[in-house]
């Protein structure tokens, strides 16, 4: 039995009541005051946070307010229930504010772990089970979009047609027994004098290309090249991962910062800008490595992703600003790679 000395208000009044206390080892609260007495059970009362040194708070169901001085008691009792190691540990953290300084680093910290780790791994998995009706949905809406804003239309030419599918099956073919079945690989062609030179994969295993890419290509093997880069993309499903981990980041950003959306200006989606770019960068040196390990296999060699990637990258600054919010690696750095893994298969 704990016994203790407090004021008590009664619900609606402001007028202020000398009250006993005893709190039984089930922790029923007994207030005797004014000559009355009543009795409250565990589940008709809660205890409000430690406040510094103040006097100790207890609500009852009834609009009863209890106040009472700190004492080791009253802890000793609190600590007893379920909630009163972490009220406590919360006290203990506002009283030292090195502790304090300590959590807000840790949250930090596992803040940044999880964008760095978690998000991709979730993203990843994620990604991966999403049905293949709906990547085919996803894609078929994507392209539409782009179409609809003009920069591209539906190529008919059977020069540019034949060279470039001639390329994708034999970019296929090298992947033969290797590929998901899931996915449903088909390339279109399209003339886009606005976009010049590209490629990109879609979810479902659409593959886009350009007249202008299949025109910049001096031989087959570069088309082969870069269809297996956009093969990887589908394979790994980096497009979905991408959407999911962008998701995670406007989550964790709007977590840690507040409502992102109302912060407004370029200064707030900074991170997000930042971090978005790294993962694609990763990306991009992954599907890299895919198509340059299948080309040294095959006996073409990486070097037709190289010579590719340098026609790609005619005109293109290269500076460490622009690079730095690019959903790319720079050139150096990807021809860096190629060169690295033509040595070690040489070496093998």
């Known amino acids: 039995m704990t016994e203790l000395e407090g004021v008590l208000y009664r619900s609606g009044s402001s007028h202020a009541y000398a009250a006993d206390v005893a709190i039984s080892e089930n922790g029923t609260f007994t207030i005797q005051a004014e000559g009355a007495v009543k009795s409250y059970t565990r589940a008709e009362y809660t205890i409000e946070p430690r406040l510094g040194a103040t006097r100790r708070v ?75 009706s709906v990547r085919r949905s996803l894609s078929e809406s994507s392209l539409d979009t782009i179409v609809s804003y003009g920069s591209m239309e539906e190529s008919y030419s059977m020069k540019m047609n034949t060279a470039g599918n001639a390329a994708f099956d034999r970019a296929l073919g090298l992947l033969d027994g290797s590929l998901n079945p899931d996915f449903e690989y088909e390339l279109r062609l399209f003339k ?27 031989n087959e093997e570069q088309m082969v090249a870069v269809f297996l880069h956009e093969i990887a993309h589908v394979e790994e499903q980096h497009g979905l991962r991408a959407l999911i981990q962008d998701a995670g980041l406007v989550l964790i950003l709007s977590l840690a910062l507040g409502d992102v959306s109302s912060l407004g200006g370029f200064a707030a989606s900074l991170p997000a800008l930042a971090l978005e770019s790294r993962y694609s960068q990763n990306f991009e040196k992954e599907a890299d490595l895919f198509a340059g390990r299948v080309l040294e296999e095959s006996g073409i060699g990486a070097e037709a992703m190289t010579d590719i990637l340098i026609l790609l990258h005619e005109g293109v600054p290269d500076i460490d600003l622009v690079q730095f919010f690019s959903t790319h690696p720079g050139l150096e750095e990807r021809v860096n790679a190629l060169e690295a893994l033509s040595d070690s298969e040489s070496e093998e």
Not at 58 to 77: I, Y
Not at 110 to 125: K, R, W, Y
Not at 205 to 210: D, R, V
């Open 58 to 132: 207890v609500q009852f169901s009834d609009g009863v307010r209890l106040e009472l001085e700190s004492s080791a008691s009253f802890n000793a009792f609190e600590d007893r229930l379920p909630s009163g190691k972490t009220f406590r540990l919360v006290d203990w953290l506002e009283a030292r504010w090195p502790a304090a300084l300590a959590s807000i680093v840790g949250v930090l910290v596992f803040i940044f772990l999880f964008i760095e780790f978690g998000i991709p791994v979730v993203a990843e998995s994620v990604a991966h089970r999403v049905p293949q």
């Open 192 to 218: 886009a004098p606005y976009i010049g030179p590209n490629a990109f994969a879609l979810p479902s295993g659409l593959i886009i290309a350009t007249e202008e890419f299949i025109e910049l290509c001096e």
